[in-house]
């Protein structure tokens, strides 16, 4: 994937799993100059993970309790970095931490800036119907996602994409990119293309509401809403006061069957069950229910026994 190279930059990497765990073994295994790694704080859930697993590739750990924190700007400038490079990261950086290098601090980020900024553009795009997104390397500035462009790279998002598949494909994607970046960086100042101004759509996380199914919309939307939080989030809804997970789901058309009000089960065969919706009929394929079992649904209509006129809220 990547062709080994000599960088002479100073280079540090600041970033949080898993994108980060694929960003520093792109960059050393093409040879850049890493002098220092920042990960996420220590009372993140993948502080001492990362830590091993930095320390393990022999790099130069940095610890801090905050971003402005004195004693962390002064270590940042005795490593004299040229700039740092950032894969996936929710803290803001101040400015006097990005001041402390030379170059300031460049992000990769999984969307065509300005449109999708926000940290889960992998699921909105998908929600939304899109047939392309594409990664951003760009400059950071006091904003999320703001910053002067310096590249971009699109993507063709395949039909069937899932959160999961385009989160790998933009990772790799991005580190390329990246790389591309930092060769030219090696000889010439970078480019620095500044956004638009205005209002784009959106890529931010989905709050704990938007998460669950809503069967007053079309089929066709929730069956990209499934796939949209696969597998990392997932689509949540309840059936018998029992919480469900569904990954996977098919469309069907409600032409054999009277109107059922959304979010009853409409008709049940052997080794299918389906949902009424606003429009079409919703047929979870792959499924966690409760603490009971997850599999496909067969099991759940051999383990649960559902009955025609069933209500999923």
């Known amino acids: 994937m990547f062709n080994r190279t000599t960088f002479k930059k100073r280079i540090l990497f600041v970033g949080i799993p898993d ?14 100059n890493i002098v220092g790694v920042m990960g996420p704080k220590k009372d993140h859930n993948m502080y001492e993970d990362f830590k091993m697993f930095i320390q393990a590739r022999g790099l130069n750990y940095i610890d ?54 926000g940290g889960n553009p992998y699921s909105r795009v998908i929600m939304n119907g899109e047939t392309e997104t594409g990664v951003t390397v760009h400059f950071m500035d006091t904003e999320f996602d703001t910053g002067d462009i310096i590249a971009q790279k699109p993507y063709h998002i395949p039909s069937k994409a899932t959160m999961g598949t385009i989160f790998n494909e933009l990772n790799y994607i991005g580190i390329e990119l990246l790389l591309q970046v930092l060769q030219l960086y090696e000889t010439q100042p970078l480019p620095r293309i500044p956004q638009p101004k205005g209002e784009f759509i959106s890529g931010n996380g989905l709050s704990n509401k938007e998460i669950y199914i809503n069967y007053e919309k079309p089929a066709e939307e929730l069956e990209r809403f499934i796939r949209a939080l696969n597998p990392f989030i997932l689509a949540s809804t309840t059936f018998r006061g029992n919480m469900m997970k569904i990954m996977k789901a098919e469309v069907a058309s409600d032409a054999f069957s009277l109107p059922h009000p959304a979010g009853t089960i409409a008709k049940i065969e052997d080794d299918k069950f389906f949902i009424a919706t606003s429009k079409g009929l919703l047929v979870p394929t792959v499924m966690q229910f409760g603490s009971f079992f997850m599999g496909d649904s067969k099991d759940f209509i051999r383990i649960v026994n559902p009955k025609i006129g069933e209500e999923f809220k």
């Not at 994108?19 to 850049?32: E, F, N």
């Not at 931490?97 to 065509?112: C, K, Q, V, W, Y």
Request: with cysteine; charged share 25%.
């Open 19 to 32: 994108m980060a765990y694929i960003g520093i073994d792109g960059l050393l295994m093409s040879g850049v």
């Open 64 to 117: 801090f309790d905050e971003l402005d924190e004195p004693q962390l700007i002064e270590k940042i400038k005795e490593l004299d970095i040229d700039a740092a490079v950032v894969c996936s990261y929710n803290y803001k950086i101040p400015k006097v931490l990005m001041e402390a290098t030379r170059d300031g601090f460049i992000n990769i980020h999984p969307s065509m800036l300005p449109k999708y900024r």
